[in-house]
């Protein structure tokens, strides 16, 4: 009876420690819980992404050469203009004025240059008959000398005169010229993006032409000029493709294309940037001169390659589930916590049958949220780790934001 009793007190004591050490174990090695990502072909385009305006490609800028009051005003904001067209219309009469008077001038010069004319035949006639007298020594040498004189004098007075009528023509044209400023007209056609004047108003142009209306050739095509970074121009190239949306239709995104990497540096509180254009075509006219755009240029693409998105690149596994991982000695030497750049080496832990795999990889492109694979033992489809569960904590190397990751 007491062997029995002694039997059943040993196995209940089995059992409980038995419970205590698996309870033990489970606290001491919780169960690691991973979410995982899916290797895939697609495309990776790494782009440069910058902040610009957009303005038209031409922009025509309509002054005044001469002051005065502003008299009529006949274009205004969005006037669709034609070259040649009239604008506005300065109070001419001021110009007018002094055009009478030097017509009055020019007209004046002429009589005195055809009075000049009959003095020259005057003093003609009477040198020749002067000459014709000293031959019957009827006059003096005297005489035909002062009669030479008073011929060559008039004479040069017709020069004169001829250089004044000349002169006279030319501040005449002057005149003429300054009156025609008076009609503002477009050189140019177009749209009116931008009007400073009001009727009525004084223009003054002493110092430096004052800019009456702003005339855009064709709205319907519009360039956006960004500034890139320094770090970033040497990427772009001429006729990269580029996306950009505006705030007043934010979910409508415009396409358009490279057109011109400018050379001169712009410095603003020590940082350096770069003017890059970007032509787009607005035949529907819903982006306006001013607008604001986010650019995205895309400065390389590959389509249909193998790519794994850049979380599973920064993932590190935990030292537990390392220890029970294939190729785990290597874990420490190949994670890489920044991102690679083309060519690189990188690692990426791929989960099957519950185990983790390090599997070695060639980085090509990577656009921020996939990565291309160069070369490496993988294949679309496969799981990789992108972060793991353990009780309650989460491990996951790297910034949490980026694409969506389906989870298995």
């Not at 040993?10 to 606290?27: E, F, N, P």
């Not at 009528?165 to 050189?187: C, F, H």
């Not at 004084?202 to 000029?225: E, G, H, R, Y």
Request: charge should be negative; include cysteine; aromatic fraction near 4%.
């Amino acid at each position: 009876m007491n062997i029995r009793r002694l039997l059943w007190t040993g196995g209940a004591v089995l059992a409980v420690l038995t419970t205590a050490a698996i309870l033990w174990r489970s606290q001491a090695t919780p169960a690691h819980e991973f979410v995982t990502v899916t290797a895939d072909t697609g495309m990776v385009a790494p782009s440069v992404t910058a902040s610009g305006t957009l303005n038209p490609v031409t922009t025509v800028q309509v002054g005044s050469y001469v002051s005065g009051v502003i008299q009529t005003l006949s274009c205004d904001f969005n006037t669709r203009v034609s070259a040649g067209q009239l604008c506005a219309m300065i109070d001419p009469r001021p110009y007018q004025t002094v055009v009478d008077q030097e017509s009055a001038n020019l007209a004046t010069s002429r009589a005195q240059l055809e009075k000049d004319h009959a003095a020259v035949a005057f003093a003609k006639l009477i040198l020749e008959r002067d000459t014709g007298l000293l031959k019957r020594n009827i006059v003096s040498q005297e005489t035909v000398d002062t009669a030479a004189n008073a011929y060559a004098q008039a004479q040069s007075q017709i020069a004169l005169d001829e250089a004044t009528v000349q002169q006279r023509l030319a501040v005449l044209d002057a005149a003429r010229i300054n009156l025609g400023y008076t009609r503002i007209v477009s050189p140019v056609s177009g749209t009116v993006v931008s009007r400073n004047i009001t009727q009525g108003q004084t223009v003054a142009a002493s110092f430096q032409t004052p800019t009456l209306f702003l005339i855009a050739t064709d709205l319907t095509k519009m360039q956006v000029d960004t500034n890139v970074s320094e770090s970033d121009i040497g990427r772009i190239k001429e006729g990269n493709p580029a996306n950009f949306t505006v705030e007043s239709f934010r979910e409508q995104q415009f396409s358009g294309m490279v057109k011109q990497v400018r050379q001169a540096p712009q410095t603003v509180q020590n940082v350096i940037t770069y003017d890059v254009v970007v032509g787009v075509d607005n035949p529907e006219l819903l982006l306006k001169p001013g607008m604001t755009a986010s650019v995205h240029i895309v400065t390389e693409r590959h389509d249909q390659v193998l790519r794994v998105p850049d979380q599973a690149l920064r993932y590190v596994p935990s030292a537990g589930s390392a220890s029970e991982s294939e190729g785990a000695g290597k874990a420490s030497t190949g994670a890489h916590h920044d991102k690679p750049g083309p060519g690189r080496e990188a690692q990426v832990w791929n989960l099957k049958d519950g185990r983790l795999k390090r599997i070695p990889l060639a980085i090509g492109l990577d656009d921020d949220s996939f990565a291309e694979v160069l070369s490496g033992d993988l294949h679309a489809g496969d799981s990789l780790v992108v972060s793991e569960r353990s009780g309650q904590a989460t491990r996951n190397e790297g910034p949490q934001t980026g694409p969506s990751l389906p989870r298995h």
